[in-house]
Nanobody, 116 residues
Framework: QVQLVESGGGLVQAGGSLRLTCAASGSMSSIHVMGWHRQAPGKQRELVARIGGGRNTYYADSVKGRFAISRDTAKNTVFLQMNSLKPEDTGLYYC??????????WGKGTLVNVSS
């Protein structure tokens, strides 16, 4: 089993920055792709960013150029650096992981609230 624990969320003004951290533990041998999903109020859950074993990355169009995902494999930790935050970035951010796509394991989420 895999456990994912997020931290780093909070309240920030528009234009500010936050850094989310995900600590992973358990049987990590099958986890090759890590990612961050978010659930915004009244919207469907969406994949914000993902990172593979080869450090290849993907970003949703809405966050390109503002967010950066990274991982420390030795420490089983994944980060999401969020800059130039907008009110529409508000939501519950989930750390996720999987073998080919980051949707098999989910953390409980950390809340990001961006005020205008």
């Amino acid at each position: 089993q895999v456990q994912l624990v997020e931290s780093g969320g909070g309240l920030v003004q528009a234009g500010g920055s936050l850094r989310l951290t995900c600590a992973a533990s358990g049987s990590m041998s099958s986890i090759h792709v890590m990612g961050w999903h978010r659930q915004a109020p009244g919207k469907q859950r969406e994949l914000v960013a993902r990172i593979g074993g080869g450090r290849n990355t993907y970003y949703a169009d809405s966050v390109k150029g503002r967010f950066a995902i990274s991982r420390d494999t030795a420490k089983n930790t994944v980060f999401l650096q969020m800059n130039s935050l907008k009110p529409e970035d508000t939501g519950l951010y989930y750390c996720t992981g999987g073998t080919f796509y980051p949707d098999r394991y989910w953390g409980k989420g950390t809340l990001v609230n961006v005020s205008s």
